[in-house]
């Protein structure tokens, strides 16, 4: 890998690694990821598939060849389709979006399956607490570290081929701010890199 390729791994990877894993997928599992075109859902698409899921991957309509092109079994643009809506239910559901309407996503998740919240508000958080106590279903949303473990069995399905960085957009040390701004626009694909020129 470049240093640049590298670098799109960890900050997405970890996180990604930290919730498929708390999900416990199994082999033959439907396993929908919501907001998937960006740096965590890039890699949980990838990770997903290497733990034998069927995945759905929800984003815009810029994103949907490149998340076809990872792996996704299938994809749906959140702007056309509301996946809630369809009376499709997952294995396990991975929300990477801010401000999802809570109640209509469980409705998305089988009986014993699995929702990972990965921007909880407060009030998701205690509502999480009170479905995981009183349903089949589990929420959970507890927050990654960086393990010196995680990086490496990342980097170990780098060179296995089982994952690799999907970057939008490479920008220079001195333009951070502007990166930033596109970051936030919520166009990027997979991850944005900074980039530093060599000063020997």
Do not use: C
């Not at 509301?82 to 999802?100: H, M, N, P, W």
């Not at 929702?115 to 205690?126: G, K």
């Amino acid at each position: 890998m470049s240093y640049e390729e590298a670098a799109g791994i960890p900050t997405g990877g970890d996180n990604a690694l930290h919730f498929l894993r708390k999900a416990d997928i199994q082999n033959g599992e439907s396993v929908l990821i919501n907001g998937a075109g960006g740096n965590i859902g890039v890699v949980g698409v990838q990770l997903a598939k290497h733990f034998g899921a069927e995945v759905t991957a929800v984003d815009s309509t810029e994103k949907l060849d490149m998340l076809r092109a990872i792996g996704a079994d299938h994809v749906i643009v959140y702007t056309k389709e509301a996946f809630t809506e369809t009376g499709k239910t997952y294995d396990v559901i991975l929300d990477l979006v801010l401000r999802s309407p809570f109640s209509r996503f469980l409705r998305s998740i089988k009986p014993g399956g699995r929702y990972l919240l990965a921007n909880p508000s407060l009030l998701s958080m205690l509502r999480a607490l009170w479905t995981s106590k009183t349903s089949s279903k589990k929420v959970m949303f507890a927050f990654a570290g960086s393990k010196q473990e995680d990086l490496v069995a990342l980097k170990e399905l780098v060179e296995a081929g089982k994952i690799r960085a999907v970057i939008d957009k490479r920008y220079p040390l001195e333009r951070a701010a502007e990166a930033h701004a596109y970051v936030d626009t919520g166009r990027r694909k997979g991850t944005v890199v900074l980039t530093i020129a060599d000063a020997r």
